[in-house]
Every structure is written in structure tokens, then in C-alpha cells.
């Protein structure tokens, strides 16, 4: 494939932008970028080639964590319908969704996902499901997704308990990802089981702290100690483990982190809305945590709109009219998705350069960009993300998303029969 005629927005420090360049993909990965006069002579009997018509290219956004179940119930919204309390009600739509979930209803969640996440621009996802055991087979599923649309996906089910772990280990699956529900849930032995296993299949640990108040407490009962200082306790932070929202970190908390090379994943958004209060961003990086940005359970999965709340977030909390400064770490967010993945796919991401996988969408955008004192990211914080619409998505070297010929009106429809049949159980 050979993509002509666009503006390249490398995130390579040597390439820059490259305006009316092009890139040649062979297979999965990116094998040349340069002039599109270059090129297009070196690469003259490719057939199939796309004509740029001025577009920005971008590498495919990365969105670190994304609840899977939010593409049928956002955690937000569905609740003024209903006399129940909050709480309650999302507790009866997992039941009822549980009561009818199969293959096909998770097949339709992961393809809503990697439908609206490519018209945002986001390539990669990784998020988790609620345990269905005995219902689906993930892996399979996701494969399946994936086959039918070109799209990368890093997801697990959910553990709440020791017995989940069991069924887990007797099952004789090998997830790259396991998400952890609870930590208070688990005694030790269960947890030292769950790093043995975890190492043996090289699999990454999610530890999701969406009840971390209660759970802190619990904890400082039990064992004297927070919640990060009994996991390193146990060996159970380092790179292959993921914080996701914990707020409520001490100092040695930080510390613990940093010196654990255990990354962080934070939905600001979401984190607002449930009034979770905010991470020390600015803190945690300044000790070297890796802190990505993912959607939760917001639902329209845009990475860019993710980065701009915490940006505008960070500035308020901040007070200051130093606009570079609190900017930078915005800028180091969406590098930090990046390595992320990067991670977790085990291949190089990211950059619009030979060697990266091809990974990457155009945007039907060809105004100002990085000129003069704007760095590119800001503006594409702000003057792009208002103007730019995704053209055109290009996932492992073929195109996952193309806006002309995108009709998914089949999907929407079904994603409306799940919802009306969990909310008739309701």
C-alpha cells in the first residue's frame, strides 16, 4: 500500500511533519516514508495506492483503558429514567445483561467499540469485561472481531474473587490481560497465586481500584498497611502490573510505584463525573510513573477530547497562566499511552517511521498545524480537534475504517435490541 499526498505528523523528533509526503506499507508494518515524488517513482508498480488529497496523517491513538460494558450502558445517563439509586440500578443491568450474555452480544460489544474507536482515530484499546465465566470464550470472540475488521485489542475478563481466579487457572486459558475487581477480596495466598500464574503465561495484572476508599480503609484494618504497600509486599507490582483511578495515593505510594515500574492509568472524564477527585498527575510523573489516559466508561472513546479534559483540568487545578508548562504534560500523556501499548503488544508504536507497525488514520484536515509558536500537539488539542474529522483508518497495513463507505446502520440496531432486552429485566 502506498499512501500519497499527505501531511505526515511523524511523532519522530528526526522526521517531524513532513508536508506532501507519503508513506509505503508492506504486510503489517511501515517500510518508507518520504517525499511523495520519492516515492511514488521508487514504488511505481504498487497497485494499490490512496491519494491523500492534502490530509493529515497521524499514528493511531492508543486508549489505555475502556470498560467494555459501556458500549451498551455508559456508566452515565441511563440513570434519570429510573426511581432507583445509582448504584442499584447498574447492579440490576449487570445482572440482567449477564442473564442473556453469549458470544453474539459480546461480539456486537467489541465491534461497537472498534467501530466508534477508529472514527475517533484510536487504533488500539485495552479495556476489560465483567467475568461471564462459563458463558464465552474472550479470546475467541475478540480473534473473531478483529478477522472481520482490522483493529487491536488487549481486554480480560474481570476477577472478584479467589473462586474466579480457580475457574481461571483450571481453564486452561492464557490471557495477555488480567483485570483484578478487588483487592480486599483476595487474601494473600490467592494473590501470590494469581503472580505465579500471571508469570508463567507472561500476562500483564490490571488492578482496578473503582472502590478504592472502601478498600483502603479495609485494608489498614486487616494488615496495617494501604492497598500498594501489601501488593509489594507480596511481589505484585512491576512492570507487567496496571493501577487503574486510584486517587487517593500517599508519598509512599508514589514512591512504591516508581520504584516498581508499575504504570497508571487514569479516565478523567469519568473520574469527574462520579466526583472521584483528581490523581497528582504532575506528582506521579515527576517521580517517573508511566501515567497513561484511557475513556472508562465514557463512551464516545475519544483520546484526544480525554487529553483536552485533563489538560483544561490541570491548568484550573493548577491556577497558572503558564500555558507551556502544564500543556507538556498533556503531550507527555498520549507519549505514555504510546509505550503503553507498546508494552503490551510487544511491538513498536506509535511513530510514523519505518520499522512501526502501520498503524495509523488520516484526517480530512489540511488547515494550520504546528506553525510558528504552537506546537503541534497543542494545536491538535484544540484547532483539530474541533475541525478534524478521521477519513480514513489504516490498522496492521489495511484499512479498518474508511468514513465514505462506513455504513454500520446493522450494528447500531443490535447494540438497540441488547440494550431494550437488558433494560425489559430491569
Known sequence: ?????????????????????????????????????????????????????????????????????????????????????????????????????????????????????????????????????????????????????????????????????????????????????????????????????????????????????????????KYGMSNLERLRHLNLLGDHEIIVNAQHFTETDLDIMASTDTMAVYSPRQMMIQSMGLPDIDGMMGRGVNVSIGTGNISDLSILGESQVAFLLRRMIKGTTDFGAVYQIKKILLENNYHFAGKLLDKPIGKLASGYIADFVLYDYNGPIG???????????FDFLRDARVYMAVVNGRIAYDSISDDRSDLEERIKEIRHKVLSRV
Request: charged share 30%.
Open 1 to 221: 500500500m502506498l499512501i500519497t499526498n499527505v501531511r505526515i505528523v511523524s511523532n519522530d523528533t528526526e522526521t517531524g511533519i513532513l508536508e506532501n509526503g507519503a508513506i509505503y506499507v508492506k504486510d503489517d508494518e511501515i517500510v518508507e516514508i518520504g517525499p511523495t515524488e520519492v516515492l511514488e517513482k521508487r514504488y511505481c508498480n504498487v497497485k494499490d495506492i490512496i491519494h491523500g488529497k492534502g490530509m493529515t496523517v497521524l499514528p493511531g491513538l492508543v486508549n489505555a483503558y475502556v470498560n467494555m460494558e459501556s458500549a451498551i450502558f455508559p456508566k452515565f445517563g441511563v440513570e434519570e429514567r429510573f426511581g432507583i439509586p445509582e448504584n442499584d440500578l447498574y447492579k440490576r443491568i449487570h445482572e440482567a445483561l449477564q442473564s442473556i450474555f453469549d458470544e453474539e452480544i459480546f461480539f456486537t460489544i467489541t465491534e461497537k467499540i472498534a467501530h466508534d474507536s477508529l472514527k475517533q482515530g484510536v487504533t488500539t484499546v485495552a479495556g476489560s469485561i465483567e467475568r461471564y465465566l462459563h458463558k464465552i470464550e474472550v479470546s475467541k470472540t475478540i480473534e473473531a472481531v478483529m478477522n472481520s475488521m482490522p483493529f487491536r485489542f488487549i481486554v480480560g475478563e474481570s476477577l472478584k474473587n479467589p473462586e474466579d481466579l480457580q475457574r481461571l487457572i483450571k481453564s486452561g486459558e492464557k490471557p495477555q490481560y488480567i483485570p483484578l475487581n478487588s483487592i480486599t477480596s483476595f487474601d494473600d495466598d490467592s494473590l501470590r497465586n494469581l503472580k505465579e500464574f500471571s508469570e508463567n503465561i507472561n500476562a500483564f495484572v490490571v488492578i482496578l481500584l473503582s472502590d478504592e476508599s472502601r478498600e483502603e480503609k479495609e485494608t489498614f484494618l
Open 371 to 381: 506553525e510558528g509558536k504552537k506546537p503541534t500537539l497543542r494545536n491538535l488539542l
